[in-house]
C-alpha cells in the first residue's frame, strides 16, 4: 500500500473546526483514502473514506484534492470526545486487504 | 447491537505458556483480521481470513497461529515462540475485504508478561 505523511500532533480549542492533512503524492488510481481514530486503550474508529469526490457524513468531511495527492480531515466542531489519534490510510483492497497504519495524528481538543 | 466482542481485556502469559485470545463478530462478515499494536506505534497485520477454513499470514505471523472454523469467531494463540508478545491486540472484520468497505474493529485484548 501507498504511503502517507501526517503531522504527529495538532490542536484545536473546543467547539472550533479542526482540518487534519494528509499527503499521498504515490496514491494510485484504485486506492481509497480512509480515516480512522483510536481513543487510548481502544480499537480505531472507521470515520470516513472516499475515492475521487469530497465526502460527508455525520462524523466528519473529507475533502480530496483534484489531483487526489493530498486530502483533509475536517471535524466541524471539535468536542473533547474527538481527542484521539487520527490515522489516514490508502487502501486499495488488493493483495491481504489489509489497512497500514502509520503513527497517525494526534489531537489534543482545549477546553 | 451487531459487533466484534474481544476476550479477556487483560491477559497475563508465563514463561513458555501459549495463551488464546477470543474474537467474535455478529457482523455477518466474511473476512476477519488480527493486528498488533506496540505503544506510541500503528497496527501490523498478524493474521487475516476472508473466508471460513481458509487464512493467511499477515507481516509478522512467526509466534502466533489462527483458525477459523465458524464465520463469526476467529481466534489467536499467541504461542511460547513469541518471544515479545507483551501488545495490544486487535481483533477486526470486514464485508468481503472489499477496498470501500471500512474494517470495524474490536476493543482490544492487552497481553503482558508475567
Known amino acids: 500500500d501507498a504511503k502517507t505523511t501526517q503531522p504527529n500532533s495538532m490542536e484545536s480549542n473546543e467547539e472550533e473546526p479542526v482540518h487534519l492533512p494528509c499527503n499521498h503524492s504515490?496514491?494510485?488510481?484504485?486506492?481509497?483514502i480512509h480515516w480512522y481514530r483510536q481513543l487510548p486503550s481502544q480499537g480505531p474508529e472507521y470515520v470516513i473514506h472516499?475515492?475521487?469526490s469530497n465526502v460527508n457524513n455525520r462524523m466528519a468531511s473529507l475533502a480530496i484534492a483534484e489531483d487526489r495527492k493530498s486530502s483533509t480531515l475536517i471535524l466541524h466542531r471539535a468536542t473533547l470526545r474527538d481527542a484521539a489519534v487520527y490515522y489516514c490510510i490508502l487502501y486499495s483492497g488488493a493483495g491481504s486487504y489489509q489497512l497500514t497504519f502509520g503513527k497517525g495524528t494526534k489531537l489534543s481538543v482545549i477546553p | 447491537d451487531g459487533g466484534i466482542t474481544q476476550s479477556p481485556k487483560y491477559l497475563f502469559r508465563k514463561e513458555g505458556q501459549n495463551v488464546t485470545l477470543s474474537c467474535e463478530q455478529n457482523?455477518?462478515?466474511?473476512?476477519m483480521y488480527w493486528y498488533r499494536q506496540d505503544p506510541g506505534q500503528g497496527l501490523r497485520l498478524i493474521y487475516y481470513s476472508q473466508i471460513v477454513n481458509d487464512f493467511q499470514k499477515g507481516d509478522i505471523a512467526e509466534g502466533y497461529s489462527v483458525s477459523r472454523e465458524k464465520k463469526e469467531s476467529f481466534p489467536l494463540t499467541v504461542t511460547s515462540a513469541q518471544k515479545n508478545p507483551t501488545a495490544f491486540y486487535l481483533c477486526a472484520s470486514t464485508d468481503r475485504g472489499l477496498s470501500n468497505q471500512p474494517q470495524h474493529f474490536g476493543d482490544g485484548t492487552r497481553l503482558s508478561i508475567l
Open positions: 504515490t496514491i494510485s488510481g484504485t486506492d481509497y
Open positions: 457482523l455477518n462478515h466474511d473476512a
Open positions: 472516499g475515492l475521487t
